[in-house]
């Protein structure tokens, strides 16, 4: 066995203890996958590519990749389609865009009452999310699988208490209320180490151009407490894991 299909195994290990535990995968699910064209998402394909070969348990998977005309960024989509092809999972194209400011004329007096423009963050994660729920329905998927690794939840938890005095994260599963649908994130078990070095093994192709926003964020400060914290306490990441366990925030209903 290569050490690559090694690492395999262990990353597939977390991947199978996390639909287990939390309850992420049933017969006849049909699951749609955000594939942003990151290591993270290219690996999520992946992992449930090969699970749906197994048939334990029993479940189709297609993939969306949504291009956003207002951010310059980009992915090589003939890759991506390559990557679904080789694992026989069928990829949709969707483009869509934003506005970053209310669309004001150059005399028209600005109104007092006016709300601030919402943050290109936002309005670009809102966007996506409705593309992605638009499209779930469409095919008539109950699930949307998103590539959350376990950095992701924890450095999400330390943000909402830092910025917005609560504690809690991206669950690993999310019940919609509205909608017969559920968000989950099968990879919350797998640290992103173990992604970063299972994509160079692999040679995923990297992000012909990264968002611009993405490194001036308040999840990038939560990223170096997080790490801090790491440094200071080997155990923290299993502390912080445990407590958001203990506080049930890891399966929700929305």
Known sequence: MTEKDKLFKKIERLFVRAWTTYGLLTDNDNILIGLSGGKDSLLLTELLARRARIQHPQFKVEAIHIRMESIHYETDTCYLQHFCDTLGVRLHLVTTSFQTSP??????????????????????????????FNMAQQLGCNKIALGHHQDDLLHTAIMNLLYQGRFGTMPARLKMKKMPLQIIRP???????????????????????????????????????FEEAERQNPEARFSLWNALEREDKLIEDY
């Open 103 to 132: 669309s004001n004329s150059d005399t028209e007096e600005p109104s007092p009452t006016a709300h601030a423009p919402k943050p290109p963050c936002f309005l670009c994660s809102w966007q996506r999310r409705k593309q992605l």
């Open 187 to 225: 990879m919350c078990l797998i640290p992103e180490k173990l992604i970063i070095q299972y994509a160079e093994m692999s040679h995923y192709e990297k992000q012909t151009k990264q968002c611009p926003y993405e490194h001036d964020t308040n999840r990038t400060t939560a990223r170096h407490f």
